[in-house]
């Protein structure tokens, strides 16, 4: 007998069947655990692979738990591969911790993209914050020559897009100069989640259509809550995947949706550490995912974009 049909193969979702490679937590949400179930609530199939297994995110005391090198990623590609189980639509990385298994990615772009041409790479080039590395160093030039240049999409903070394009961000130009250097290597799409310009946040999206004419920008201003969070630039890569999937020509809405989904489920995560007695400055905070999908789900538009002319 015939084994059954995949379903979401033979009657794929309007979405897309997407393939996450990303860390994973026993406890609490970052990696994965931050970017699977948003989509899933967005109507995506999602396939996980977890590049490292831990009890907990790495900012507690302690952590125990596993790492899958590159040789055991690519097992899992061709265990996929022989029961032609190997057609995504979308391919999502995120924090990647060595030149080998990065390497690996990049066989997995080349090897999902011999089965579907037009597979959407996502790339969140994940190397560290406020001007401190969070991975080796020798990272750094791999995504900017071989990553980089394949990606559909790509989501640095300001010091990952400073890193990338070897400039230094200062300013709203400076952002916008940054994207296009970005779009001549290779994305179409830019979002530089979180700029810090005289003390105001900004977000700074890009979307080059075509080669022929400049990008279209934009800007959203996101408030500063006193807080710190993790797993959140792994749930805004997720959510812009997401959103800029639905409205393809239209970055800036589904950047707006992706903040406005985002801030609701942050200030939630603040007012319910406030509830339990606990000051929310002092240490990194779980962020409320579970109990704020109907905010991932049917978010309502609180964060404009402005169009730069």
């Avoid at 961000?169 to 250097?181: F, L, P, Y």
């Avoid at 977000?203 to 201003?221: C, N, R, T, W, Y």
Wanted: proline letters at 6%; one cysteine or more; glycine letters at 6%.
């Amino acid at each position: 007998m015939a084994p059954p049909p995949i379903l979401s193969l033979a009657l794929p979702s309007e979405t897309g069947r997407v393939l996450s490679i990303q860390s994973h937590t026993v406890q609490g949400y970052v990696g994965n655990k931050s970017a699977v179930f948003p989509l899933q609530l967005l109507g995506y199939d999602v396939d996980p692979i977890n590049s490292v297994q831990f009890s907990n995110h790495t900012g507690y005391p302690t952590f125990k738990g596993q790492v899958l090198n590159g040789e055991q990623l690519w097992d899992l590609i061709e265990g996929l591969e022989a029961n032609d189980l190997l057609f995504y639509t979308h391919l999502l990385t995120g924090y990647i911790g060595s030149v080998s298994f990065l390497n690996t990615i990049l066989k997995v772009v080349y090897k999902l993209r011999s089965v579907n041409p037009n597979l959407t790479y996502v790339c969140d080039p994940v190397l560290g914050d406020e001007g401190k590395l969070y991975v080796p160093e020798d990272l750094v030039s791999v995504y900017r020559e071989k990553v980089v240049p394949v990606a559909s999409m790509l989501t640095p903070n300001q010091f990952e897009a400073e890193l990338l394009t070897e400039t230094r961000i200062g300013s709203e130009t400076d952002g916008r100069k940054a994207c296009n250097i970005i779009h001549a290597a290779g994305p179409s799409k830019v979002v530089i989640t979180s700029i810090n310009i005289d003390g105001n946040l900004l977000l700074i999206g890009s979307h080059q259509k075509d080669k022929e004419h400049a990008p279209e920008q934009f800007k959203i201003v996101i408030p500063r809550i006193p807080a710190y969070f993790t797993g959140t630039g792994d749930l805004m890569t997720a959510l812009l995947l997401g959103w800029s999937n639905k409205y393809p020509d239209n970055l800036d809405k589904a950047a707006e949706l992706a903040v406005s989904s985002l801030q609701a489920l942050l200030q939630r995560t603040v007012n319910d550490y406030k509830s339990a007695g606990y000051d929310s400055r002092s240490s990194s905070l779980e962020i409320r995912l579970i109990q704020s999908q109907d905010d991932i789900r049917n978010p309502k538009t609180t964060f404009k974009a402005e169009k730069y002319t």
